[in-house]
């Protein structure tokens, strides 16, 4: 952060963005992970039970990657004796609120696997409009948080108009 009384004071400074490189990549991994073990549960896992525990537990992961790393790099890397706040509190100023709701989101997700019926994809439509609103409230979530609200949605997809546990979804391969 440039210093009080300078032409830039209370603005952050970079000297290059080769360290955002490594970030990037560890975060386009979970998004590769996400999008094609999704997509591969969602098409030939034949058990309803199993594809959507599995693509909620997903979405949780894909979740808490984003929201974990992106915690850790504003508390170990935003430190500046310039800066009026900390790195923990530039997160949570920035991130807090969509963290709050995705986590929610995502709470709600594992609690759709309780429930059979209409109540749970509803309950799945629901985390997955809360992953949506995340998402709008802080784009750079977006990586991870996209790719986690298509899970969710697979996942409650998977669970309309089908019985109990061990169902097998009639659109699903082997």
């Not at 609120?97 to 109540?119: H, M």
Request: aromatic share 6%; proline share 6%; hydrophobic share 55%.
């Amino acid at each position: 952060m440039q210093p009080p009384g300078s032409e830039g004071a209370g603005t952050w400074i970079c000297s290059d963005g080769i360290g955002y490189l490594g970030m990037a990549g560890i975060l386009g991994i979970m998004w590769l992970v996400v999008v094609v073990v999704g997509s591969l549960v969602a098409l030939f896992v034949s058990h309803d039970r199993p594809a959507r525990l599995s693509l909620v537990l997903l979405a949780a992961s894909s979740t808490a990657w984003i929201l974990g790393l992106t915690w850790y790099g504003s508390t170990t890397h935003v430190q500046d004796e310039h800066a009026p706040m900390t790195g923990a509190e530039y997160w949570a100023d920035a991130v807090g609120p969509a963290a709050l709701i995705s986590a929610i989101g995502v709470l709600v997700g594992l609690l759709s696997l309780v429930p059979t019926g209409p109540f749970s994809w509803i309950l799945g439509i629901v985390a997955t409009v809360m992953l949506i609103v995340a998402t709008v409230l802080q784009p750079g979530l977006s990586i991870n948080l996209i790719p986690a609200a298509g899970v969710l949605a697979a996942a409650a997809v998977r669970g309309i108009g089908h019985g109990g546990p061990g169902t097998k979804h009639p659109h699903a391969v082997a």
